[in-house]
Antibody
Framework: QVQLQESGPGLVKPSQTLSLTCTVSGGSISSGSYYWSWIRQPAGKGLEWIGRIYTSGSTNYNPSLKSRITISVDTSKNQFSLKLSSVTAADTAVYYC?????????WGQGTLVTVSS | DIQMTQSPSSLSASVGDRVTITCQASQDISKYLNWYQQKPGKAPKLLIYDASNLETGVPSRFSGSGSGTDFTFTISSLQPEDIATYYCQQYDNLPVTFGPGTKVDIK
């Protein structure tokens, strides 16, 4: 059974780059016809899809964040990563990674990233 | 972007009640609509995919229906463990978008 786990700094300074990694266990990130997505959720608010990557390396990003996002995959480590540049307080949220086949399942447990000086 | 709306935004019902949530898309999304349950402090959990398909292991009191722009999610008999926020999500077009959520609690 595939499991996902987010990791990365919980505190990022304004204008800096947020970097998170999602480690996939229980299966190969290269197997199957899956996308691997990032989703975020500010405290008390709804869900926002950030973007996704296929194991070939092809990506799709939310246009609202596209200029600041990079999603990459490292198949040798069974990981995919998110970089979000020029962060502000508005980027404070719980960040989730998830397997994406139209629907999102499974999800990681989420990691809170706070943008503050 | 396809805009998703949900109603109501919150509801309070008694144990055993039938609960219905609606989700409307700003354009035709065929059957490409999923439903999630999120409990406080937890990641969302997939309940229904492609409008009406029950995810493996999800209790049969949960169901979904609809196509095009109008969708319905139903809990046939509300249980205490169903207290959560429920979200719809479309994937007909990128970017994937979610509804704003419906918070369900016990009266």
């Amino acid at each position: 059974q595939v499991q996902l786990q987010e990791s990365g700094p919980g505190l990022v300074k304004p204008s800096q780059t947020l970097s998170l990694t999602c480690t996939v266990s229980g299966g190969s990130i290269s197997s199957g016809s899956y996308y691997w997505s990032w989703i975020r959720q500010p405290a008390g608010k709804g869900l926002e899809w950030i973007g996704r990557i296929y194991t070939s390396g092809s990506t799709n990003y939310n246009p609202s964040l596209k200029s600041r996002i990079t999603i990459s995959v490292d198949t040798s480590k069974n990981q995919f990563s998110l970089k979000l540049s020029s962060v502000t307080a508005a980027d404070t949220a719980v960040y989730y990674c998830a397997t994406h086949v139209g629907w999102f399942d499974p999800w990681g447990q989420g990691t809170l990233v706070t943008v503050s000086s | 972007d396809i805009q998703m709306t949900q109603s109501p935004s919150s509801l309070s019902a008694s144990v055993g009640d039938r609960v219905t949530i609606t989700c409307q898309a700003s354009q035709d999304i065929s059957k490409y609509l999923n439903w999630y349950q999120q409990k406080p402090g937890k990641a969302p959990k997939l309940l229904i995919y492609d409008a009406s398909n029950l995810e493996t292991g999800v209790p049969s009191r949960f169901s979904g229906s609809g196509s095009g722009t109008d969708f319905t999610f139903t809990i046939s008999s509300l249980q205490p463990e169903d207290i959560a926020t429920y979200y719809c999500q479309q994937y007909d077009n990128l970017p994937v978008t979610f509804g704003p959520g419906t918070k369900v609690d016990i009266k």
